[in-house]
Every structure is written in structure tokens, then in C-alpha cells.
């Protein structure tokens, strides 16, 4: 059974960083596009960042462009989004997806998650 699982989260302040982490199961499971979207408390989930990856190339949201990061180590199968210059806004709970079909910033058009990891910034 493959599974996506999140770590990483936590609380910072404003102007502080995070890196979040996605570890992909079990090894031979290699999406070939994963994303991290994030849902804040009373909103709909919205994407972040989509990675492809075995090129490494990556889409991101405006609201994060110069700020976040997401990345791929082939090694441990693993995502990461390392998250800079954090804004109160940024908070929620953000997830990990994979097996994409459509529009990379639809969450309707992912099959598999990871369970989330909460992310708070104080202002």
C-alpha cells in the first residue's frame, strides 16, 4: 500500500522558515509529480508548489514565488518544501499529493495524500 506522510510543521514567527518534509512508500512507489497544497482554517485548499520529479521542475503559486522551495530527493523518495520569509498568512495545514490527472493546481485531480502537517506563523 503507498502512502504519502508529512513532517515538519510547526509554530514560528513572522519572517521566520520551515522545511517541510514528504516521504513517498514504500521505495519502488515513484510518483512522477507530487505538489504540496495547504488549507487554512474556514478556506478551501489551494496549491503551493508542484514539483516533477525527475526534472526537477517546478510550478508555484503566486502568493509563494521567491519565498518557498520544494524539492525532490531521489535518494530517500522524499519532497521537501523549505519555506522562508513566513507571513501570518501562510498558516495551515499543509499536505503532500501525488498521481496527478489534469491541472496541477486542482485538488480534485490527485489521487493520494499524506495526512497534513500543521504550520502556524504569529505576526
Known amino acids: 500500500q503507498v502512502a504519502l506522510v508529512e513532517s515538519g510543521g510547526g509554530s514560528v514567527q513572522a519572517g521566520g522558515s520551515l522545511r517541510l518534509s514528504c516521504a513517498a512508500s514504500?521505495?519502488?512507489?515513484?510518483?512522477?509529480?507530487m505538489a504540496w497544497f495547504r488549507q487554512a482554517p474556514g478556506k478551501q485548499r489551494e496549491a503551493v508548489a508542484g514539483?516533477?520529479?525527475?526534472?526537477?521542475?517546478?510550478v508555484y503559486a503566486d502568493s509563494v514565488k521567491g519565498r518557498f522551495a520544494s524539492s525532490y530527493d531521489n535518494a530517500k523518495n522524499t519532497l521537501h518544501l523549505q519555506m522562508n520569509s513566513l507571513k501570518p498568512e501562510d498558516t495551515g495545514m499543509y499536505y503532500c499529493?501525488?498521481?496527478?490527472?489534469?491541472?496541477?493546481?486542482?485538488?480534485?485531480?490527485?489521487?493520494?495524500w499524506g495526512q497534513g502537517t500543521q504550520v502556524t506563523v504569529s505576526s
Open positions: 514539483t516533477y520529479t525527475g526534472t526537477i521542475d517546478t
Open positions: 514504500p521505495s519502488t512507489y515513484r510518483p512522477n509529480w
Open positions: 499529493a501525488a498521481e496527478l490527472s489534469g491541472r496541477w493546481n486542482d485538488d480534485s485531480n490527485y489521487r493520494n
